[in-house]
């Protein structure tokens, strides 16, 4: 066994993965990444000991590291060994400034040093999650891990347009730090800090919901075009708003339309964006269709986070990277300049401006005619300002049921699931999504009920904190004590890790019920599957047919909405 990661829902037989990662890492990368993980707790553990405040020094090149370590994010060794470095270096400049506090008796976690990548590689076998031999305690530490990542992704996007929050900091070098050690943890610690990391989740996505929403505006219901026209253009993809900021400014007068590739489609609907009238289209799908969408595109893309899969030769000279974003061998784009704030997108354009227009997509997936247009932005405030007619449709019958799908796409065939239950749910079925897992069913025309659209996509994953707050406030509109007593189900879709950060604020919230596919996850022990179901009722992704019948038959538990 040259490596092993169970992080994802696509890991290799649903067990993991041992010599490549079915993302597209190697072994190496993942080995490093192991490493890079474990020097950060050791830096977390030197805080704790030394106590010292995180200021945004620490807390900023914790989130990087967290990201660069997230599924589908960075591949590139050499960036994953600098970060190594710097993390030690961190580490030991506290120790060092703090060295009564520290002596021969601490953890190895705070003497580990190396200086080259076979020296960082000899260390993985040590460090490697399977050190862990308590299938539930690896549970709980590697859930509380996989949510750190997550949570550090909104945050470092919210960091970027200048919100921080450091109590959200506070709690992740908090948990590093208790998880250090590679043995010898108490279950009830652990189990304390993943309720924490749940309430701490839904702080990070409000922060970066009060981040999108200051700087651009509250989403606004947007028709985005979902066609091409003959002009030059940049396809941008990931998830970081900011850097679509920088490039729609610095391309205004230069002949070139920017296009929105995956979970960037709901930059259209803010309107600090959507301003930009060179902002002219959604291209594509989601993530994992990349290869053949970034070849029929033409022109140069820019990931500027996650959802990054192995390059091909047809585009790989047109591709760049920016942020935790990293690949062998790509042009990468470096973080702002501290004259303008802004990162600098000149090379990217000069190249659109010598290449051809995108070439037109006309068949959705499933070989049916692409729609001219895409409907987008109910966010928080649109989905309020829906509440009367939802109430009202609800309490007349008209809408019988409200299904949030929400969450991941991904490869795994059984997704087709989430497609074929958006097209046979009844008539008086209200979806309500966020995150790519809307690319299964977003193009199929759904209609409306009176004023509402059986279809509201609230944005980006991290946008589930709107359909909570919605649902929170549809309760008491309907003065119901319980999510149970409301026609709502929850069909949640996972991939990596910032969906298990939104289902343990979902848990936070003792909301129940939930339908988890399309596996549950590998890294989850016998033991923790059993608690998940009989304390919240959680649930395999079922059968299509039942599961319809049992939207129509609300459980009778009495868990607390919000």
Not at 523 to 537: D, G, T, V, W
């Amino acid at each position: 066994m040259s490596m092993f990661c169970f992080q994802c829902q696509e890991t290799l037989r649903n067990e993991g993965c041992t010599q490549h990662g079915m993302c597209g890492k190697s072994s190496d990368c993942a080995n490093l990444m192991d490493v890079l993980i474990y020097s950060l707790r050791g830096l977390a553990l030197a805080t704790q000991i030394a106590e010292i405040p995180i200021n945004s020094t620490l807390a900023s090149h914790a989130e990087q590291v967290l990201f660069t370590t997230l599924t589908n994010t960075n591949f590139d060794e050499l960036r994953i060994e600098r970060l190594i470095r710097q993390t030690l270096r961190l580490r030991d400049g506290i120790i060092l400034e703090h060295s009564a506090k520290f002596t021969e008796h601490n953890d190895d976690i705070l003497f580990f040093n190396a200086a080259t990548r076979n020296e960082f590689l000899a260390k993985s076998p040590f460090v490697s999650v399977q050190r862990v031999t308590d299938p539930d305690i690896r549970t709980m530490r590697e859930l509380l891990l996989y949510a750190l990542k997550g949570i550090s992704a909104y945050t470092h996007h919210a960091r970027r347009l200048g919100f921080t929050n450091p109590n959200i900091s506070t709690f992740i070098f908090h948990a590093l730090a208790e998880t250090a050690p590679m043995q010898g943890y108490a279950p009830s610690t652990l189990f304390f800090l993943l309720k924490e990391c749940g309430k701490t989740a839904l702080s990070a996505m409000k922060l970066l919901n009060d981040a999108n929403t200051q700087h651009f505006g509250h989403p606004e219901p947007t028709e985005v075009r979902n066609y091409v026209r003959k002009r030059p253009g940049i396809l941008i993809s990931g998830h970081d708003l900011r850097d679509l900021e920088d490039l729609l400014r610095q391309t205004q007068d230069a002949g070139i339309d920017i296009y929105t590739h995956g979970e960037m489609l709901p930059a259209h609907a803010y309107p600090g964006l959507k301003k930009y009238p060179h902002l002219y289209a959604n291209y594509g799908n989601s993530w994992h269709h990349q290869s053949r969408e970034f070849e029929l595109f033409n022109g140069p893309i820019i990931l500027t986070s996650n959802c990054l899969i192995p390059i091909r030769a047809p585009y790989k000279n047109r591709i760049f990277t920016t942020g935790p974003c990293g690949w062998p061998g790509l042009r990468h784009i470096p973080e702002p300049s501290t004259t303008t704030g802004q990162k600098d997108f000149r090379e990217v354009i000069r190249l659109a401006q010598q290449l051809p227009a995108p070439t037109p997509i006309t068949e959705t997936l499933d070989g049916t005619p692409e729609p001219k247009m895409l409907t987008i932005g109910y966010a928080e405030k649109e989905l309020l300002a829906l509440l009367p007619d939802i109430v009202a449709g609800i309490r007349s019958g008209e809408i019988g049921q409200i299904i949030v799908m929400n969450g991941c796409d991904g490869r795994h065939h059984a997704r087709s699931y989430y497609r074929t239950l958006a097209d046979q749910l009844p008539k008086d079925t209200i979806i309500l999504t966020a995150g790519c897992a809307k690319y299964r069913f977003n193009k199929l025309a759904l209609g409306q009920i009176e004023h509402v659209p059986r279809l509201l996509d609230a944005g980006q994953c991290n946008d589930t904190w709107s359909i909570i707050t919605f649902l929170h406030v549809l309760g008491d509109a309907m003065n119901v004590e319980s999510l149970a007593e409301l026609p709502v189900t929850l069909e949640v879709a996972w991939y990596e890790q910032k969906a298990v950060a939104v289902l343990l604020a979902l848990l936070s919230l003792k909301i129940k019920n939930i339908h988890l596919g399309p596996t549950l996850p590998a890294f989850c022990s016998q033991n923790a599957i059993k608690y998940l179901i009989e304390n919240y009722n959680l649930q395999k992704m079922g059968n299509i047919e039942e599961r319809i019948a049992e939207m129509h038959t609300p459980s009778q538990g009495k868990e607390e909405l919000v």
